[in-house]
């Protein structure tokens, strides 16, 4: 079976049938558009060119690769920073079309984690914490910790994920129904 996206898990974590209804019944989402999508995108492409070195120094970067796809057995995405830290450590970098407001959401958390896997994997190094610039507060720079127990809990999600696809299972909803009010599938789950 041919790996999942990041974005396949962040989605899976939203709702399992997320899953279901893109890769087991095949019924498109057309995040594509999204503004959010789109202007995160576009954010990232401009980022890459202006390529903000002050921001690195600062935390000990002794080198960096630039929109990094990594795949491994069971996932696959694009880093837009790896950097290689002054200890020998590697550390995902994503930067986010948003707001920093004293919190950083869970779906982001599980990006960074999902990456520090395909790097650990891909560099052979370890990865201890992972690193966000929020675009619309000034690029500011916040720090995520990263511990074996969240990269274990990615890998459990991929195999959650992947065994609903082989298997054709079509799992319970989410729990958090307000979240079934934004969902693209709607209009086609029986919650």
């Known amino acids: 079976m041919a790996s999942i996206t990041v974005s396949n898990i962040i989605e899976y974590l939203f709702c399992p049938r997320f899953t279901y209804f893109e890769h087991v019944l095949c019924i498109p989402q057309y995040e594509e558009k999204h503004f959010k999508v789109q202007k995160g995108r576009e954010v990232h492409e401009l980022k890459t060119q202006q390529n903000a070195d002050y921001l690195r ?52 958390k599980t990006q960074l984690y999902c990456y520090a896997w395909l790097i650990s994997q891909h560099f052979g190094q370890g990865v201890h914490k992972g690193y966000l610039v929020y675009t619309r507060s000034r690029n500011k720079l916040v720090e995520v910790p990263i511990e074996a127990a969240h990269i274990d809990k990615v890998k459990r999600d991929a195999e959650a994920i992947h065994a609903i696809i082989t298997e054709n299972t079509y799992p319970k909803a989410t729990k958090y129904k307000k979240r079934c009010l934004t969902c693209t599938y709607r209009n086609i789950c029986t919650q």
Do not use: C, M, S
């Not at 990594?70 to 880093?79: D, H, K, P, Q, Y």
């Not at 920073?81 to 004293?102: M, Q, R, S, W």
């Open 57 to 108: 120094r600062r935390i000990g970067v002794k080198d960096k690769h630039l929109n990094q796809y990594l795949t491994n057995e069971w996932i696959r995405g694009e880093v837009d920073e790896v950097l290689e830290l002054n200890d020998g450590t590697y550390a995902p970098l994503d930067y986010k079309f948003a707001e920093y407001k004293d919190r950083i959401f869970d779906t982001y």
